[in-house]
């Protein structure tokens, strides 16, 4: 399988494994996307071990299907625009969110940074596989960009908010760590120092007619750039993850009426933040 990068939302493509998409000048919102797209570039799905098939069907499972629809979505709703960094390519070609060393504990099933197992424990990449020039080429530029991304929306705002978007399976798979946990329509991902209680309550009442929201289960944490994380209380982060049975057939299909409202949702959450001191 050999897929190119996806056309931005504004119609281009550019060179970039990332694009940042600008907002409202006076918006401290970062909307983060990292896991939305299938794109694997040519070079490095050489590199992967599964037929066309097999990869396809590990795309269906991998990806956060549509969310960078519906963050674009958002985005056009809200009153005051937030700014969106949208990674352009898959997951399986580094995963930027992972810590790209020890401290990453997905590692102990063979997706850290750069993943070398499936969703179902299968191999991916073969065994000794390096994963440094993935990780110079696209991990360290990614982790750049978003903390200049972060940076300038501190130096426009004097604060930067940064709503982590994703979607997880209904069912649990393989690879999960905390699979055994609630699953439930919304999860809700938080750090102790860069989440605080009134951004984690507009989050609840936005994304509360969706069935119940939960917190840290089954996925916890959010994405904070390092240069920032633990040190900057300026910079507040959240995830939002999203069952996918609210919005789309699963795995892999289309999306159906729940992006919709989801979105409307997340403008609702983005709005409420904006006015937030």
């Known amino acids: 399988m050999n897929e190119t990068p996806p056309a931005d939302a504004d119609g281009t493509t550019g060179t970039s494994s990332f694009h940042l998409l600008p907002g409202a000048p006076d918006s401290p919102v970062l909307l983060h996307v990292p896991h939305s797209s299938r794109a694997v570039p040519a070079d490095v799905r050489a590199g992967i071990l599964l037929g066309d098939d097999e990869l396809a069907r590990e795309l269906d499972h991998i990806t956060d299907a549509h969310t960078a629809e519906i963050a674009a979505s958002a985005a056009a709703a809200a009153g005051t625009a937030p700014w969106r960094f949208v990674n352009r390519l898959s997951r399986l070609v580094v995963d930027p969110e992972r810590f790209p060393d020890e401290r990453e504990e997905m590692a102990a099933v063979g997706m850290g ?165």
Do not use: K, N
Not at 160 to 182: F, K, M, R
Not at 211 to 236: I, N, W
Not at 241 to 246: C, F, K, T, V
């Open 113 to 277: 940074a750069v993943y070398t197992r499936t969703t179902h424990r299968a191999g991916l990449r073969p065994d000794g596989f390096d994963p440094a020039p993935l990780l110079d080429r696209y991990f360290t530029p990614y982790a750049r960009g978003v903390a200049e991304a972060v940076a300038e929306r501190l130096a426009a705002t004097g604060r930067a908010v940064v709503i982590d978007v994703h979607s997880y399976p209904s069912e649990p798979l393989p690879y999960e760590l905390h699979g055994d946990g609630p699953r439930p329509p919304v999860c809700l991902g938080t750090d102790a120092f860069h989440t605080p209680p009134a951004l984690l309550d507009a989050a609840r009442e936005a994304f509360g007619g969706f069935g119940g929201v939960g917190t840290d289960s089954p996925f916890a944490g959010t994405y904070v750039p390092l240069p920032y994380y633990g040190r900057e209380p300026r910079v507040r982060a959240l995830m939002v993850e999203m069952r996918r049975d609210l919005y789309m057939r699963e795995p892999g299909g289309a999306a159906g009426p729940g992006a919709a409202a989801l979105g409307a949702a997340l403008a609702h959450l983005v709005d409420a933040v904006s006015r937030t001191a």
